[in-house]
T-cell receptor, first 113, second 116 residues
Framework: QKEVEQNSGPLSVPEGAIASLNCTYSDRGSQSFFWYRQYSGKSPELIMFIYSNGDKEDGRFTAQLNKASQYVSLLIRDSQPSDSATYLCAVSPPSGGSYIPTFGRGTSLIVHP | DAGVIQSPRHEVTEMGQEVTLRCKPISGHNSLFWYRQTMMRGLELLIYFNNNVPIDDSGMPEDRFSAKMPNASFSTLKIQPSEPRDSAVYFC??????????????FGPGTRLLVL
């Protein structure tokens, strides 16, 4: 059974600090990795995706992928109170040209002023 | 673009009643997903359609749950009869197949279901 594990948190960081969110997965054949942000009472919103080992940067967000160790992380630089949300990690294997992602249960992030 | 549209946004019903949730995917998207989210189990995929055809319904919890997609712009998720343990937020998401890969999923606002 495919599993995606995240620390539920909450992770509390001061404004301006770097927030580091981690995710591990069990299916070694996984190829696509996604980070979604979900504000309380709202729907998940994709913020980053990564396919290759290494780092991918987009503004204040950096996704890091290490397939050998089967983990993917999300770094948020210069954290802002508006970043306070639950961050969901999603992982999907290749499957005949389409994918069905498995979601982790999310990490709650609190950025305090 | 209006995004994924779901209705109703909130539903309160009594145990044993039939519940129908509706979804309109983004125009041009050919994949549609139904998810259920609870505190205990997180986000769970219930069923997945490609080009209006159900591809994987292994996440549908019981025969009480059924889903249809009669055309590219409309899908329903039905629970009959409903039970208190069905209380959750139900999300619909859509995406587009591009070549051999799925593109990003876009989620609707969700339907918050409470079964008393």
């Amino acid at each position: 059974q495919k599993e995606v594990e995240q620390n539920s948190g909450p992770l509390s960081v001061p404004e301006g600090a770097i927030a580091s969110l981690n995710c591990t997965y069990s299916d070694r054949g996984s190829q696509s990795f996604f980070w979604y942000r979900q504000y309380s009472g709202k729907s998940p919103e994709l913020i980053m995706f990564i396919y290759s080992n290494g780092d991918k940067e987009d503004g204040r967000f950096t996704a890091q992928l290490n397939k050998a160790s089967q983990y993917v992380s999300l770094l948020i630089r210069d954290s802002q109170p508006s970043d306070s949300a639950t961050y969901l990690c999603a992982v999907s294997p290749p499957s005949g040209g389409s994918y069905i992602p498995t979601f982790g249960r999310g990490t709650s992030l609190i950025v305090h002023p | 673009d209006a995004g994924v549209i779901q209705s109703p946004r909130h539903e309160v019903t009594e145990m044993g009643q039939e519940v129908t949730l509706r979804c309109k995917p983004i125009s041009g998207h050919n994949s549609l997903f139904w998810y259920r989210q609870t505190m205990m189990r997180g986000l769970e995929l219930l069923i997945y359609f490609n080009n209006n055809v159900p591809i994987d319904d292994s996440g549908m919890p019981e025969d009480r749950f059924s889903a249809k997609m009669p055309n590219a712009s409309f899908s329903t998720l039905k629970i009959q009869p409903s039970e208190p343990r069905d209380s959750a937020v139900y999300f619909c998401a859509s995406s587009r197949i591009s070549g051999t890969a799925q593109e990003t999923q876009y989620f609707g606002p969700g339907t918050r279901l409470l079964v008393l």
